[in-house]
């Protein structure tokens, strides 16, 4: 079965620092996301991306996030001058056109900030 | 309490037994979708319930949906020791092809063998 791929499984990183993480979605889909997972919370939606430009984010995606379909296959989401709170899993996912289709994720990204 | 919430948090049963899982949300959806959790690794999806379905199956799972309730539930049946995980119901009301998901906290299910 396909499947979304993610690196890297875990990165640890100083505060202050730039981090990316990288997902290779599902290659017939066409809608991308990220959430995050902080520990012994809930998954959370950050944002969904679709032809080229974000086209939902929540209030958690703000001006320190962003993301990026760089070539046709990878899906980026950087995070800039990080934080001790953005420790979390970050899962990307992706699906079909359509609100019937699944949301398929990837196995995440651990994010440690030191 | 919040937009998928599941119950019970916890849940211990021995290898055999079927497992019940039930989903509370609040405003109207278009569908339901049950995903797995092991331990610090990813979602796995499990079961797609649409808003006009009531019952599913896929193999020893069976979901329900109640819209009138707002609540859904997972039975795991002949449960055996590898369904231990932690189980969440995530929510879409998305009216576009855009899809937000709002997750649940998750039962933590453990079958003893």
């Known amino acids: 079965e396909p499947e979304v791929t993610q690196t890297p499984s875990h990165q640890v990183t100083q505060m202050g620092q730039e981090v990316i993480l990288r997902c290779v979605p599902i290659s017939n889909h066409l809608y991308f996301y990220w959430y995050r997972q902080i520990l012994g919370q809930k998954v959370e939606f950050l944002v969904s991306?679709?032809?080229?430009?974000?086209?939902?984010k929540s209030e958690i995606f703000d001006d320190q996030f962003s993301v990026e379909r760089p070539d046709g296959s990878n899906f980026t989401l950087k995070i800039r001058s990080t934080k001790l709170e953005d420790s979390a899993m970050y899962f990307c996912?992706?699906?079909?056109?359509?609100?019937?289709?699944?949301?398929?994720f990837g196995e995440g990204s651990w994010l440690t900030v030191v | 309490s919040q937009q998928g919430e599941e119950d019970p948090q916890a849940l211990s049963i021995q290898e055999g037994e079927n497992a019940t899982m039930n989903c509370s949300y609040k405003t109207s959806i278009n569908n339901l979708q049950w995903y797995r959790q092991n331990s610090g690794r990813g979602l796995v999806h499990l079961i797609l319930i649409r808003s006009n379905e009531r019952e599913k199956h896929s193999g020893r799972l069976r979901v329900t949906l109640d819209t009138s309730k707002k609540s859904s539930s997972l039975l795991i049946t002949a449960s055996r020791a590898a369904d231990t995980a932690s189980y969440f119901c995530a929510t879409d009301k998305s009216s576009g092809s855009a899809r937000q998901l709002t997750f649940g906290s998750g039962t933590q299910l453990t079958v003893l063998p």
């Open positions: 996912a992706s699906s079909e056109i359509g609100s019937r289709n699944t949301i398929y």
């Open positions: 991306f679709y032809n080229n430009e974000i086209s939902e």
